[in-house]
């Protein structure tokens, strides 16, 4: 019994980490500036994740796990499918990096990762992104 209400506290703690840093990043993107092209430009003015991937956890039902911001670049690890930008889904399973200053999805960084990304740690200097979660490639 003392293992369950563990484990039941444990997800209550992650469930609520996880809404905060989603509405943390939430406020961050609102705030940063927006191109004036793209702001005028109907259904392209944000950027996000969508999509729920496959996963061995079932506990919970988030889209993003874990949040890293190396420089100018956020990346984003969790269940997705893809990238939103707009009304626009382009495929990037799993792992996805954004401009930290604009909040544009940086398409060109392409990890090739097979399952959920549950943790993402930067290097103590920075040169490295470390990437934990389900995945076997």
């Known amino acids: ?40 430009t109907p259904n392209n003015n944000y950027w996000g994740v969508a999509g729920l991937g496959p996963s061995q956890t079932t506990d919970f039902n988030a889209q993003v796990f874990a949040i890293e911001q190396i420089g100018n670049v956020m990346y984003v690890g969790g269940k997705f499918t893809d990238v939103r ?38 290097s103590p200097d920075e040169s490295t992104l470390f990437v934990g979660g389900e995945f076997t490639s």
């Open 85 to 122: 930008g707009g009304a626009a889904l382009y495929p990037r399973p799993y792992i996805a990096a954004f401009e930290a200053s604009t909040g544009r999805w940086l398409d060109w960084w392409t990890p090739d990762i097979n399952a959920p990304v549950f943790a993402l740690r930067a």
């Open 1 to 40: 019994m003392g293992y369950m209400k563990t484990r039941r506290g444990a997800s209550r703690a992650l469930t609520a980490l996880v809404m905060g840093i989603a509405t943390l990043v939430a406020i961050v993107w609102a705030a940063a500036p927006v191109d004036a092209e793209i702001a005028s």
